[in-house]
């Protein structure tokens, strides 16, 4: 393939919110039914089914965000104060927050210097026995290593939980994220590879926890077994909160569901020629880029690159500015943040390769909408890079 760089002055936007052709009629539809109130209306229905199909999870409760589906999650869990729930330090806050509401310390524990993810030989260390659950987060749709934290987990009697906010789509030896888990989290915020703006599902996949489940997200109440005839009136029955998306919202999720097919195939797309493009380049340099293990399939949530320091991260960070291209850092560690601190512990070990890869990571634009053109001028600003030390080596 050869790259054309063209003389654009626009920049590169880190990412652009997709929206196809039917989201505008959906939502129009929903208004005109006149039943824009959760759980169950028609379009709820319509995207629990294709969220089920999409992860081979059993059930999918839509919910305002991912981070209240963990909330739910967290509900579930019925902790009490100073019990700990083990997650990742590089991770987005409510992988740890959505426990800590629910009066839990979170433990963190380092990540794996390839995929990123909770590294999983770190976990039984972190273990004690006030160790309620192990919350894992799929970086970038890559997963994390199941099978070993799956055995941990069993060894110990612990429910897994997956933050799958990133890996909608995405697999581990056949079978799709989200659905590994006791409890698996999607986010449909804007950045997100779906949206409806904020949105989010529980994917329930133990199926002994879904009628408190659907009880938690509805104030506490048996409504939905209420609509569903199976009591003759509904009650406070459980802690709970409200934790439902409207229909309005549903519809729109509807229609990016059913054009998840084509998303996925612009995003990989993108992904796969950053990643076939820039690999001379990142090993002549060395910059790392991502990793995906045998067995895993990925969702293209991500294309990101770690230079081996800070200081090439910012000099990266300025030559893509100054070539009109727009990338980002990620996360910053919960461990040394302020709350982190405050309400969690870090495991024994500390989490050196968090801390380095904080420092480091840069995400590059990717979006379904991305034009090849768009494409090749940020693979050419990347490859017209060279790290400082290298000249005067
Ligand atoms: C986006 C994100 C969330 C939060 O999703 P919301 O739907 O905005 O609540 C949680 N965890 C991770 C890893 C995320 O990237």
Same mark, same amino acid.
């Given at each position: ?23 505008? %009629? ?48 967290? $509900? ?20 740890? %927050? ?54 941990? =987990? ?10 799958? =906010? ?40 133990? &199926? =002994? ?17 209420? $609509? ?61 880029? &991502? ?16 230079? &081996? ?85």
């Amino acid at each position: 393939m050869t790259l054309i760089t063209q003389a654009s002055p626009e920049t590169v936007p880190l990412y652009v919110p997709y929206v196809g052709a039917r989201e505008e %009629s959906y939502v129009q539809e929903a208004i005109a039914s006149r039943k824009l109130d959760g759980p169950d209306g028609p379009f709820a229905r319509r995207a629990t089914t294709l969220l089920e199909r999409y992860t081979g999870s059993p059930h999918a409760l839509l919910a305002p965000s991912c981070t209240q589906a963990l909330e739910i999650a967290a $509900f579930l869990l019925d902790l009490e104060p100073g019990d700990e729930v083990i997650v990742p330090s590089y991770t987005f806050p409510p992988t740890a %927050s959505a426990f800590v509401l629910r009066g839990a310390v979170p433990v963190y524990v380092d990540c794996r210097p390839d995929t990123l993810n909770l590294d999983e030989r770190l976990v039984e260390a972190a273990i004690t026995e006030r160790t309620r659950a192990i919350v894992v987060m799929h970086y970038a749709g890559v997963a994390c290593a199941m099978d070993e934290i799956g055995e941990i =987990a069993g060894r110990h009697g612990l429910p897994v939980i997956e933050d799958n =906010a990133h890996g909608l789509t995405g697999s581990y030896h056949g079978r799709g994220l989200g659905s590994l888990g006791a409890l698996g989290a999607l986010s449909f915020q804007q950045t997100k590879n779906v949206q409806c703006g904020e949105g989010g599902a529980l994917l329930v996949n133990d &199926p =002994a926890l879904l009628e408190r489940a659907e009880i938690v997200r509805d104030k506490g109440t048996d409504r939905c077994q209420y $609509f569903r005839g199976e009591v003759d009136k509904y009650r406070w029955v459980d802690v709970g909160s409200s934790y439902l998306l409207s229909d309005m919202l549903a519809a729109f999720l509807t229609a990016q569901l059913e054009e998840l097919p084509d998303i996925q195939r612009r995003r990989l797309g993108v992904w796969d020629t950053y990643h076939r493009e820039l690999a001379g380049w990142a090993e002549r340099t060395a910059i790392k880029t &991502p990793s995906v293990p045998a067995g895993c399939t990925h969702p293209a949530h991500i294309y990101y690159l770690v230079p &081996p320091d800070a200081a090439t991260t910012g000099a990266l960070l300025d030559h893509l500015a100054g070539h009109g291209v727009r990338a980002a850092i990620h996360f910053q560690p919960l461990h040394t943040s302020p709350a982190g601190r405050r309400y969690g512990r870090t495991a024994p070990g500390g989490c050196p390769v968090t801390e380095r890869v904080a420092e480091c990571l840069i995400r590059l634009p990717l979006y379904a909408g991305m034009t090849g053109a768009q494409v090749a001028r940020v693979v050419d600003a990347l490859t017209s890079f060279e790290p400082r030390g290298k000249e005067s080596r």
